[in-house]
């Protein structure tokens, strides 16, 4: 009888900094830092659309259940949202097409059922996928998901879950290796040790993790935040939202702003050291650096300061922080653009 099998779980001690040698390190940075160009200057309108609380949540969670490494989380989110984006944008083409052409419209509300309720089958045919690019553990099998689905009401077969999979893979024309901001966060605490970091690397990866399933739990209200003090109003323009999305999709700032805020929470007296390698590193604008890592500790922590009752105002926080830095130019500022 074919039993699911659950996997090992990961623990923090299984990561190990210090390992590699550094020419690889300065290879796999630059290799990072071109697909992260790439992707800021490719973003749009439709990006980010499906890493909605929910959904990241449920994905979270059966990652979880089925004791798969963080990695696999951010992966299964990030390959589910370029696949829904994938269709959102096939149907809107399909659209563009038939009105052009005068055709028989075909019934779109049947279409957004179709998607709707394969929905989850779809999201867990992500995270079975994203084990299995994980092959230092043990993959999920069919069964195991079967049984997930059948728990759930949804009554699969084999060869459906099979032609799931097939279906996200041609999609998305079989790159689903995708970067997620977990790979540079590990990355970027990898270089700050070989730079002489105060903070050690392991001691920041923990709350690095913690921060960055905040992020994308609550991606809305902490890149609000970020755009409102980016453009410094308060209500930012429908475009302004737009513009912002290249932000969004920028994994090395959000790398640069957890670490930065995980830097704050374990030791804020060598806050300032850990910015400036972070900006000798990356190029990231200090100022930005505070800007994120600032949005970051107040969806997290709160804006209250050590040994206070009473909350300081955002504004005041965010300069003192900024002060902190002693930021000695203004390039690349976080700027809609």
């Known amino acids: 009888m074919d039993l699911p099998v659950r996997p090992r779980l990961a623990s923090l001690s299984d990561f190990q900094f210090g390992a590699v040698a550094t020419e690889t390190i300065e290879d796999a940075l630059l290799h990072l830092a071109q697909q992260n160009e790439q992707a800021v200057q490719e973003a749009a309108g439709r990006m980010g659309s499906f890493r909605e609380t929910r959904i990241v949540e449920f994905v979270f969670l059966l990652s979880e259940q089925w004791c798969l490494e963080k990695s696999v989380s951010y992966q299964a989110v990030e390959i589910l949202e370029r696949f829904m984006v994938k269709q959102a944008e096939n149907i809107c083409r399909q659209a563009t097409i038939q009105l052009r052409e005068k055709t028989e419209p075909q019934n779109w509300r049947a279409l957004k059922e179709q998607l709707f309720n394969k929905f989850i089958l779809r999201l867990v045919s992500c995270v079975q996928l994203a084990s299995k690019l994980s092959f230092h553990y043990k993959i999920i099998s069919n069964v195991t998901v079967l049984n997930f689905l059948q728990a759930l009401g949804y009554l699969h077969t084999k060869e459906e879950l099979l032609e799931s999979e097939l279906d996200v893979l041609k999609s998305l024309n079989f790159q689903i290796n995708l970067p997620t901001p977990l790979a540079y966060v590990e990355m970027l605490l990898e270089v700050l040790g070989y730079n002489g970091c105060l903070v050690p690397a392991t001691q920041l990866y923990a709350t690095c993790l913690t ?102 105002p955002p504004h005041l926080v965010a300069r003192a922080l900024r002060a902190a830095t002693s930021p000695t130019h203004e390039a690349g500022r976080i700027r809609p653009k």
């Open 211 to 312: 921060l960055l399933d905040l992020v994308y739990l609550l991606r809305e209200p902490v890149y609000e935040s970020l755009l409102r003090a980016s453009v410094e109003n308060s209500t930012p323009s429908q475009l302004q939202g737009e513009k912002f999305i290249s932000v969004k999709e920028d994994f090395m700032l959000l790398a640069v702003g957890i670490i930065a805020a995980s830097a704050f929470i374990q030791n804020h007296e060598c806050w300032s050291q850990v910015v400036g390698h972070l900006q000798s590193i990356t190029g990231i604008a200090l100022e930005s650096i505070a800007e994120l890592s600032y949005a970051i500790l107040t969806h997290s922590v709160g804006a209250s300061t050590p040994g206070r009752q009473q909350p300081v």
